[in-house]
Structure formats: structure tokens, C-alpha cells
């Protein structure tokens, strides 16, 4: 087992200095910080899975709102195993690096695939719950994985992957609410279409149409079903996943070209709209429901960076700079972890009361969303590329800046 030595987590350390015109801030952002905290986060989760211990091992705190304990608590651990892997899933995908990256690399990938085999199979004692609400949320989660590492797909033996499709399909008989959930049920469907395996073109068109053709407000963003929530569920979830499902379904028989040109302009001004949040200090506006998922608020700005569709106007060296800044804010933030490595509540440490009614301690590896561009090479720009300063920093130390442009589409 590969565990990067501690005195690591002291260049985590990350301060700004302050900087006059002309001068750029130098985070410490490289790949090896950026791996020592997905470690840290990631390993709890997958370690103790793939020991058929999760249940055992993990403690379920529950917003103080809760409507459902049992319920919730019940779900709690489908939700970190998705959200945990879905995170993980470009990295597990990718090759190459250090020696010591490469090995930290090929144990998650076994720790992956038992969890897995764990997660799916009745006989277990992780066994998971499938059934229900909050089940196809964390399903989907689970699904968007499988795509975005098909390693991880061909390396499951073949009673495996029978029990994957069994609880995926099982889902179908949960009817989504009228919301960005419609997209969860899409994802699950497009990971059917990737592996060419039945799937219902209905549901995805469906999440495709409703977004795209009725709920989409202006300048890079999309409303949550009928009424526009000033929130960051257009990053969380809505943005990356209505790509997503466009581009495999694109894949295999090119029905939706039109919205996915659409989408990449859409996608791009979004991710300037996100960069622009970031402070120079990592921090960001505190607006709007499941801010307890941390850094995983830039799930859709990871998403561009990984994709390589991130616009001329943003560097990624910028972006990597500012989002690791977000990671280190909230991540690296006292009390952020249990004494035996978990997640707390919270947004800057431990803060339970920010948690709505649905927060379990599972919810908060959404957060493992921000760690996305760990499954680029370590030779691609956004690594070797020198440090950049990114918006906020350029503008608060009084750099010359372009002026920013609402999208208009026509």
C-alpha cells in the first residue's frame, strides 16, 4: 500500500504572498499536492470497500434537519462510493506519472474494482442500497464513473458486470422529480448506449430536451426545472452531466449535434463565470443549497479543464492554480476531517448547521469532482505550464484586465 510521507502535507500549506503589478502569485498547485489530497480524501472510501468494510467503518452523521434518518443513513454509503469514484474515475482511466504515482494508481485500481464487486453484490455485507430517491441520484453518480474510465468496466469479470446492470436497470422504476434528476436518469442511460447494452433513448432525450430547449436562462446557465436557483447546481451536476450524456449518445449515432454545439459554448462561458468566483484567497460566494459539498461547487470548471474545452480567455495553468486554491481552502480548513480521516459537515472545517435536510457524511465526497484533471497526463500544459495568476489575483493586485461579456446566443 502506497501512502505519501506526511512531512507532504506541509507544502499544502498554500498562502499568497503579496504581489505588486506585473507580478504573478505561485501557489504550490503541482500534480504531487493535488494527489496527496485526493488521497487523503479518496482512501477511507475505497480502502475500506474493498475490504468489504465501509458499513463497519464509517461514520453517518446526519444533517440536524433530516427528514429521513434511517433512510438517509441507509443510502449514505452508495453515496460516497458513487461520488468518491466518479471523482477518481479520469485518474484510475490514465497512465503514466512518477513511479510513485503509478503504484498509489494500481492500488486504487484493485481497490476499485473489489468495491465494485462489493458495492453490487447481494452477498455482501457492503452490499448497497439501489432502491429509491436518492439510490438514482448516487447510481447515476456511480454510472457517470464507468464512463469516464472504461478501464474499469473491461476489467470486471463478467458476473460483475451482470450485477452492475441489474442495479442500474432496477433504477428505472424510480420516477425522477422534475429537475436536474431527469439528468440522473439520462446518465444511466447513456452509460447503456456506451456499452452498448438496451438502453431507453426516451429518458435521454428527455433530460436532453428539457434543458436545452426550455430551461436554459441566458449567459451560460440553465434554470433547475422551472424556477432559476442562484445556487451551483448548474456545476454540481446539470453542466457536466447534460455534456456528458450529449457527447456519448453523439458517440454511437449523432442525434443531438446541434444541442452539443450549443452546450460547448454554453459550457465554455460558464467556466469563465466559475473561474471569475474564485478569490484570491480560494474562497468563494457562499450561495445557495449543498454548499457542504466543498470544492465539488467546480465540478463543471474540472470537467472543462479535463476536456481540454476550457476557452482561449482561461489558461490552464490559471485554472489549475485557481482551483487548487478552492481545494486547499476547503479541504486543508481545521476540523475538515474526523480524527480517523473522514469527511466532516461543513464547508470551512466543521460546520454541521450549513447541512440541508438531505446531508449525510456520504454526500460530502462530491467534493472528489474538483480532483478531475488528475486524468490528464502529467505532460499535458495544465501541469507543465507555469504558475498563472488567475482573475481575482490579476485584478486585486491591480494588473490591466479584460473586460468581461455576457454570452448571448442566438
Known amino acids: 500500500m502506497i501512502k505519501f510521507p506526511s512531512s507532504l502535507i506541509i507544502l499544502l500549506l498554500f498562502f499568497i504572498t503579496p504581489v505588486t503589478k506585473g507580478q504573478s502569485t505561485q501557489p ?52 460516497a462510493f458513487a461520488r468518491t469514484l466518479n471523482g477518481i474515475a479520469p485518474w484510475l482511466q490514465s497512465d503514466g506519472g512518477s513511479a510513485d ?34 439510490p438514482l441520484v448516487d447510481a447515476s453518480f456511480f454510472a457517470y464513473a464507468l464512463i ?16 452492475v446492470v441489474d442495479v442500474l436497470k432496477g433504477t428505472r422504476s424510480t420516477v425522477p422529480v422534475y429537475s436536474n434528476w431527469i439528468l ?24 436532453i430536451r428539457e434543458f436545452t430547449e426550455h430551461w436554459y436562462v441566458g449567459d451560460g446557465m440553465y434554470a433547475d426545472g422551472m424556477d432559476f436557483h442562484l445556487d451551483y447546481y448548474n456545476s454540481f451536476v446539470i453542466q457536466p452531466y447534460l455534456s456528458t450524456i450529449l457527447e456519448e449518445v453523439n458517440a454511437k449515432n449523432k442525434s443531438y449535434t446541434r444541442q452539443a454545439a450549443k452546450q460547448l459554448l454554453i459550457g465554455q ?32 470548471l474540472a470537467n472543462e479543464a ?6 482561449a480567455s482561461l ?20 476540523g475538515t476531517f474526523t480524527k480517523d480521516g473522514w469527511l466532516n459537515i461543513g464547508l470551512y472545517g466543521k460546520q454541521p448547521d450549513i447541512a440541508e435536510f438531505y446531508i449525510t457524511t456520504g454526500s460530502l ?46
Open 101 to 134: 504515482e503509478i503504484a498509489l494508481r494500481n492500488q486504487y485500481r484493485k481497490w476499485a474494482l473489489q468495491a465494485i464487486a462489493n458495492a453490487v453484490n447481494p452477498k455482501s455485507k457492503d452490499y448497497m442500497k439501489w432502491n429509491g430517491g436518492q
Open 28 to 79: 504550490l498547485s503541482g500534480r504531487k499536492q493535488w494527489l496527496v489530497l485526493m488521497d487523503k480524501v479518496a482512501r477511507p472510501v475505497m480502502e475500506n470497500l474493498a475490504h468489504d468494510e465501509l458499513k463497519s467503518k464509517m461514520p453517518m452523521q446526519l444533517s440536524s434537519h433530516i427528514d429521513n434518518a434511517q433512510s438517509r443513513a441507509s443510502v449514505g454509503y452508495l453515496e
Open 315 to 334: 489558461k490552464p495553468a490559471q485554472v489549475r492554480c485557481a482551483l487548487f486554491a478552492v481545494i486547499n481552502k476547503t479541504l486543508n480548513a481545521p
Open 269 to 300: 462561458r460558464y467556466a469563465v463565470i466559475l473561474e471569475r468566483l474564485i478569490n484570491t484567497d480560494g474562497s468563494f460566494p457562499v450561495i445557495g443549497r449543498s454548499i457542504a459539498y466543498r470544492c465539488g461547487a467546480f465540478h463543471h
Open 306 to 311: 479535463l476536456k481540454k474545452r476550457l476557452p
Open 184 to 207: 440522473f436518469s439520462g446518465m444511466i442511460e447513456a452509460f447503456f448506449c456506451k456499452y452498448n447494452l438496451d438502453y431507453d433513448p426516451v429518458r435521454i432525450e428527455y433530460g
Open 148 to 163: 469516464r474510465a472504461p478501464w474499469l468496466w473491461e476489467n470486471l469479470n463478467d458476473t460483475v458486470k451482470a450485477q
Open 365 to 410: 465526497y462530491l467534493c472528489d469532482d474538483a480532483f478531475l484533471p488528475l486524468g490528464l497526463p502529467e505532460s499535458d500544459e495544465f501541469w507543465t505550464a507555469k504558475n498563472e495568476p488567475w482573475s481575482s489575483v490579476k485584478i486585486w493586485s491591480g494588473q490591466d484586465f479584460p473586460a468581461d461579456h455576457a454570452l448571448d446566443l442566438h
